[in-house]
């Protein structure tokens, strides 16, 4: 089955860090672009991050530039997303999803259930 | 950025009924390199994922139902139900994938009248 499922959310204080893991199965995980869409609490998606199945290229959105970072292991089938200096307004749900495209200019076709990223003193 | 902006931001249509959902980006998200719309749809109902529905614009993810079809190009884009039914409520985003940051809708929520 065809499916990503997302790890390491929970509660951090402002400025701290947390590490989100995807675990991908079902297709061949280095073939795909993937991305970090985020979804603060009652609101819309927010785009965060893509990287390039090969890793050679990364994106991010200016609101996390400089604080995230995006990478994976294609031998673990995993993507990772590293995120430190958290803020308030970082709390959301994080999603990792499959591009269409090894290439980053692609469609998400592929959405995991989401880990909840909550920044709170 | 390419700002994507969608109305109504939510409509009450009746069951069996037409919905129709609009989106327009600030600037074009056809590539004239190849032609295409860097345009796609997502469903999104309550406590789940969002699921896409068509991508490039115009080609439909295998799995959504016929009564979901679109049209535009360029700047300007429609999503529309031809026939309302109880599982199509839900919240459904317009992206475009042709600039980064790669932008959302603020999604438009449709509910049964």
């Known amino acids: 089955e065809t499916q990503l499922l997302e790890s390491g959310g929970g509660l951090v204080q402002p400025g701290g860090s947390l590490r989100l893991s995807c675990a991908a199965s079902?297709?061949?995980?280095?073939?795909?672009?993937m991305s970090w869409v985020r979804q603060a609490p009652g609101k819309g998606l927010e785009w965060v991050s893509v990287?390039?199945?090969?890793?050679?290229?990364?994106q991010y959105a200016d609101s996390v530039k400089g604080r995230f970072t995006i990478s994976r292991d294609n031998s673990r089938n995993t993507l990772y997303l590293q995120m430190n200096s958290l803020r308030a307004e970082d709390t959301a749900v994080y999603h990792c999803?499959?591009?269409?495209?090894?290439?980053?200019?692609?469609?998400?076709?592929?959405w995991g259930q989401g880990s909840l990223v909550t920044v709170s003193s | 950025d390419i700002v994507m902006t969608q109305s109504p931001d939510s409509l009450a249509v009746s069951l069996g009924e037409r919905a129709t959902i609009n989106c327009k980006s600030s600037?074009?998200?056809?590539?004239?390199?190849?032609?295409?719309?860097?345009l796609a749809w997502y469903q999104q109902k309550t406590g789940q994922p969002p699921k896409i529905l068509f991508y490039?614009?115009?080609t439909r993810q295998s799995g959504a139902p016929d009564r979901f079809s679109v049209s535009g190009s360029g700047t300007d884009f429609t999503l529309t139900i031809s026939s309302l039914q109880a599982e199509d409520v839900a919240v459904y985003y317009c992206?475009?994938?042709?600039?980064?940051?790669?932008?959302f809708g603020q999604g438009t929520k449709v509910e049964i009248k």
């Open positions: 999803a499959k591009l269409g495209c090894t290439g980053i200019s692609c469609y998400c076709n592929l």
């Open positions: 079902g297709f061949t995980f280095s073939d795909y672009a």
């Open positions: 990287i390039s199945g090969g890793s050679d290229t990364t």
């Open positions: 600037q074009t998200v056809l590539h004239s390199s190849n032609n295409r719309n860097y």
């Open positions: 490039w614009a115009s």
């Open positions: 992206q475009q994938y042709f600039g980064i940051p790669q932008t």
